[in-house]
């Protein structure tokens, strides 16, 4: 029996994009695990389970860990004649895999991804009172039709791989908007030229609709404008002076109020913001706002103890965060998950570098069909967070290797990246990180290398011309700037009879302080190197190789964190001045 105090997960879902009229639909909800894959929405509901947390998690109350390739969940949403007055739409953070929503006996839609966010307008299915909303998660991880990322594909976790997790795992919620509302606004800011440039859609334009934006910082008005809207994207710019910038733990954000007009009535309110920031390819290096800089980045998995993929709360997002900048570290690979928007807003507000990736193991890419699986959902993905200053760069895929005798397509590699450049020009592009490269902003690599004489070697020899290239006959370096996107990941767990973590384990605290020094100055001292990303901020189940405990608790003495922060902190070589 689940017993509710507080509604779990309450805050605002999408904090880059707010409307007041809105109502969280978390909590107690009806459940089944449909085993043999033959329920119906009116089938015998026998569990209780918590959204938004998955039935593997123990937050959920369901704690169930084996597959569960069908669920179905039930509840009743009560509404009012005043929130029916124009549109209702239903949100989902994510569901994972397929997801098909039923409300009072009809299907009102469906959508396949298990990472994306996704609503329905289900205005024609709803009325006042109670209705009664279904949904049903279809789930199967071992078919290599769908991306799985770090979700284990056997019954047991096991070395990199982790928890699963099926159906509902973020928020589900309703949004009450008008007849004509705005639908989305795209935003790209350039500081030099003081100006930020948006598209705007509507659902419908039967009429004349006006937009009014208007924009300020640190409460102070900067700048208002109004526009007529054309059918399809209507593309406006306005400028504002004395710009501040959105900078590495300078998070410089300006507010914005979107208000749709007819004739001189407000018929949409929408509350937003957004960040001065440009990033670019340079000198083989990358620079933010017209300076280079050097990427310190830690890998983050987005897993928790008690929620698996889900947060227990939303302070639990902003705190990874704070660990890592409490080590010097000014950023994060987002990795294998699609982190929710929470995550993203907590970024942008203190000013933390974040890499956007897709969940994309467990996905066949040795033909075109895993081309049809995955970009419809990574282009929701890119569209979902585009706007958002903290995401640097994309990363659709991670480490690409081959299927038994069948290799990776590279063109699927390829036309991802080409599509993603084509989506959202403003941020590089690695196809995919760590190997095999077809074409690429960055050309990154992973090396878990734990002697540290033969690791400064290797990258100490890394010249603009000549890197080290560990497959140099499936793919190319052509000049790109040189990141080493993995690396680290020494497995420190004393006591521990079980566990695993990347190559032999140090013997001792001070030699770990040594071994992470080393290696992280080998890559900082280069100036051809533009970047690093330790593996990891916290262990993760049976992978013990963070600098954290799965439960965020030092595992480390006070002085060998002081080391991590001094070796993270120092000078890099290729941020000195050109």
Same mark, same amino acid.
């Given at each position: ?21 809105? !109502? #969280?639909? /978390? ?47 039930? %509840? ?21 895999? =397929? ?5 009072? $006996?009809?299907?009102? $839609?469906t959508h396949r991804g ?16 109670? #209705? ?18 770090? !979700? ?33 606004? +795209? ?51 306005? *400028? ?9 733990? !300078? ?19 929408? *509350? ?16 933010? #706002? ?45 990795? +294998? ?17 974040? @890499? ?30 585009? /706007? ?5 760069? @994309? ?5 690409? @290797? ?12 390829? =036309? ?22 077809? %074409? ?34 499936? !793919?190319?370096?052509? $000049? ?59 262990d993760v189940e049976q992978?013990? #190789?963070?600098?954290?405990?799965? +439960?965020?608790e030092p595992k480390f ?10 070796? /993270? ?10």
């Open positions: 029996m689940i017993h509710l105090t507080n509604l779990p997960r309450g805050e605002y879902p999408r904090p880059q994009f707010v409307r007041s009229a809105w !109502q #969280n639909l /978390n909590g107690a909800w009806e459940f089944r695990i449909d085993h043999g894959k033959r329920g119906r929405p009116d089938s015998h509901f026998d569990k209780t389970i918590l959204v938004p947390f998955c039935p593997e998690s123990k937050l959920s109350g369901i704690e169930n860990r084996d597959f569960m390739e069908s669920v179905w969940y039930r %509840r009743t949403v009560i509404l009012t004649h005043e929130q029916l007055a124009g549109r209702v739409l239903l949100h989902f953070g994510a569901v994972d895999y =397929a997801c098909t929503a039923f409300l009072n $006996g009809q299907k009102c $839609g298990g990472y994306s966010s996704f609503q329905f307008d289900i205005t024609e299915y709803v009325h006042a009172g109670e #209705n009664t909303l279904v949904v049903h998660a279809v789930d199967h991880q071992r078919g290599g039709k769908q991306p799985h990322g770090k !979700q284990c594909d056997k019954y047991h976790s096991k070395g990199c791989f982790y928890t699963r997790t099926t159906g509902i795992w973020q928020t589900v919620w309703l949004e009450f908007v008008p007849r004509m509302y705005l639908k989305s606004v +795209q935003v790209t800011t350039d500081y030099r030229m003081g100006s930020v440039t948006f598209l705007a859609t509507v659902n419908e334009l039967p009429k004349a609709l006006t937009l009014r934006t208007s924009i300020s910082f640190d409460g102070k008005p900067c700048a208002s404008f109004e526009t007529p809207l054309s059918a399809g994207g209507t593309i406006y710019t306005m *400028q504002v002076g004395d710009v501040k910038c959105w900078d590495i733990l !300078q998070p410089n954000l300006y507010d914005v109020t979107y208000e749709l007009l007819d004739g001189n009535a407000v018929i949409d309110t929408v *509350q937003s913001y957004f960040g001065f920031r440009t990033v670019e390819l340079r000198e083989h290096s990358l620079w933010l #706002n017209g300076r280079p800089i050097f990427q310190r980045l830690v890998l983050d998995q987005g897993y928790y103890p008690d929620g698996v993929y889900t947060a227990p709360t939303d302070a639990d997002l902003k705190r990874d965060i704070e660990l890592s900048i409490a080590l010097g570290f000014n950023g994060a690979r987002l990795h +294998q998950k699609v982190f929710e928007e929470r995550f993203l807003y907590w970024a942008d507000r203190l000013g933390y570098l974040v @890499w956007g990736e897709q969940a994309s193991w467990g996905l066949d890419i040795t033909t075109s069909e895993g081309l049809i699986n995955f970009l419809p959902e990574w282009l929701e993905v890119v569209a979902r967070d585009r /706007n958002h200053p903290s995401i640097i760069g @994309w990363c659709p895929f991670n480490e690409t @290797w081959d299927q038994g005798r069948r290799r990776a397509d590279k063109r699927v590699l390829e =036309a991802v990246y080409l599509t993603t450049k084509a989506a959202d020009p403003t941020r590089p592009v690695i196809d995919t990180s760590g190997n095999y490269h077809a %074409r690429t902003d960055l050309y990154d690599m992973h090396d878990y290398e734990q002697d540290v004489v033969q690791f400064a070697a290797r990258y100490g020899a890394v010249t603009r011309d000549s890197i080290y290239e560990p497959h140099p006959g499936r !793919q190319q370096y052509e $000049g790109q700037p040189y990141f080493i996107s993995e690396y680290g990941g020494a497995w420190w767990a004393p006591g521990q009879k079980k566990g695993w973590g990347y190559g032999k384990a140090p013997e001792s605290e001070a030699e770990f302080g040594r071994r992470y020094t080393g290696l992280t100055r080998a890559l900082m001292d280069n100036p051809h190197i533009c970047a690093l990303c330790y593996t990891q901020l916290y992978e013990q #190789n963070g600098l954290y405990t799965y +439960q965020r003495s006070p002085k060998i964190y002081e080391q991590i922060r001094a070796a /993270n902190s120092a000078p890099a070589a290729n941020e000195k001045e050109r």
